[in-house]
T-cell receptor, first 115, second 113 residues
């Protein structure tokens, strides 16, 4: 079972470059999200989606863009990378209703370094 | 914004001892869920245990149990008979509604032989 698949696992960018982190899930989950993990900060929510065509901002959305054209895919775009975006990024999905978010299934993480 | 507090940045515990990892949360929600995740040094996030706010009994999963005290807004993770493989970061998280899970900053647990 694939679960949640993130690519790439590692990426080095120069300041100002753009890139897309890909995320796909095969569990037919409505809810998908992107978190970033920094030392001592836990996981912070960047953007999330509760279905195709629906996205919303989390705690730290600045500098990131998302779209959700299908149930399966939820890419995260960095339009102009900055050193402050150096982090480990996790995509996660779950079963969801308007009053309940289930257990999050995580991808393996993507380590991004911006020079 | 909802706040999840884990007051123990790091803990050292002797192998085979029980360990309690603290978690408190701030919420005005009536319906919510509480989750614990483990992150070993390899980096993956592993789901451990879930407690619903309306569950009357504390959740248990093998050696993991959740000490849920709703009035105190506390959801401590208890690991019985700790093992060397329990050494990892542990994250408490709260979920409810449309905005997914909010995580605490984590506790780094080290099990000593």
């Amino acid at each position: 079972n694939a679960g949640v698949t993130q690519t790439p696992k590692f990426q080095v960018l120069k300041t100002g470059q753009s890139m897309t982190l890909q995320c796909a899930q095969d569990m037919n989950h409505e809810y998908m999200s992107w978190y970033r993990q920094d030392p001592g900060m836990g996981l912070r929510l960047i953007h999330y989606s509760v279905g195709a065509g629906i996205t919303d901002q989390g705690e730290v959305p600045n500098g990131y863009n998302v779209s959700r054209s299908t149930t399966e895919d939820f890419p995260l775009r960095l339009l102009s990378a900055a050193p402050s975006q150096t982090s480990v990024y996790f995509c996660a999905s779950s079963f969801w209703t308007s009053s309940y978010t289930g257990e999050l299934f995580f991808g393996e993480g993507s380590r991004l370094t911006v020079l | 914004a909802q706040k999840i507090t884990q007051t123990q940045p790091g803990m050292f515990v002797q192998e085979k001892e029980a360990v309690t990892l603290d978690c408190t949360y701030d919420t005005s929600d009536q319906s919510y869920g509480l989750f614990w995740y483990k992150q070993p040094s390899s980096g993956e996030m592993i789901f451990l245990i879930y407690q619903g706010s309306y569950d009357e009994q504390n959740a248990t999963e093998g050696r993991y149990s959740l000490n849920f005290q709703k009035a105190r807004k506390s959801a401590n993770l208890v690991i019985s008979a700790s093992q060397l493989g329990d050494s990892a970061m542990y994250f408490c998280a709260k979920g409810g509604g449309a905005d997914g899970l909010t995580f605490g900053k984590g506790t780094h647990l080290i099990i000593q032989p």
